[in-house]
């Protein structure tokens, strides 16, 4: 078997970093946060993700993409990454058709599993943020199992930070162009999403706004958190798709 860690890269020269990002969170509960899975690579975890339906998860198609639906599975109902909670197995997966591994572009991942979600205190649906939502000005949070500094160990225990919306312009000039349509900045001095994270909800309202996607570094004050836009129509379209489809 071979041995994957979070999906990656995060500093290749001009090139975003790819495994999501939590720094400067505090421990927290699946209670608190029940849409919360963790995906894995066999038993490993590798990145994040949310359940949008009693048998879907949406994460981020760098977590997925050239892999078969055999080698993943999911853990939900557990606020420790490699125990306890309900594992099951991806069947399917349904990267964005239009998703780009250079820039990360339409960076979302549809996963169908295996058996339907059990419903409880520890395990829930969220529901995708409004399609005429507004940007600018947003406060949301960041839950995970990623690294607690950039390219250093990663918790047991599910962590949160809250971070802030960026305005759009700013965010781009900071990345020097490459945030697109499908993509929104937040940010927290000191704080962010990191290596594992990836894939992982950002919600907002009680509502998913965005997926962890990429940045350069954890919680560098020059880069905010980029995040895939679920309010950007050929975002939503893709998901609501794989829904009527499942």
Not at 24 to 33: K, L, N
Not at 101 to 121: F, G, H, M, R
Request: charged share 15%; aromatic share 6%; with cysteine.
């Amino acid at each position: 078997m071979t041995q994957q860690t979070e999906a990656s890269p995060r500093f290749r020269l001009q090139v975003p970093q790819l495994d999501g990002r939590i720094v400067g969170g505090v421990d927290t509960t699946i209670e608190e946060y029940p849409h919360q899975i963790s995906l894995m690579y066999y038993t490993r975890h590798i990145c994040g993700g949310s359940i949008i339906a009693r048998n879907l998860i949406l994460t981020a198609a760098h977590c997925t993409n050239g892999k078969s639906a055999q080698v993943l599975n999911i853990r939900y109902g557990s606020s420790v990454k490699n125990v306890g909670g309900t594992v099951v197995a991806v069947v399917q997966i349904k990267d964005h058709p239009s998703y780009n591994p250079v820039n990360t572009d339409y960076d979302v991942s549809v996963l169908k599993i295996a058996e339907d979600v059990v419903v409880s205190s520890r395990a829930q649906i969220i529901s995708m943020v409004a399609s005429n939502a507004q940007e600018g000005g947003r406060n949301a949070f960041v839950s995970g199992w990623g690294a607690l500094s950039s390219g250093g160990s990663s918790p047991s225990q599910l962590q949160v930070v809250d971070v802030a919306e960026e305005n759009r312009a700013a965010c781009n000039r900071a990345y020097g162009g490459k945030i697109t349509d499908r993509m929104i900045c937040f940010k927290n001095p000191g704080k962010d999403s990191c290596q594992g994270d990836s894939g992982g909800p950002l919600v907002s309202g009680g509502a998913q706004v965005g997926v962890v996607s990429w940045g350069y570094g954890c919680a560098d004050a020059r880069y905010p958190g980029v995040y895939s836009h679920l309010t950007h129509a050929g975002i939503r379209a893709h998901i609501e798709l794989a829904m009527k489809n499942n």
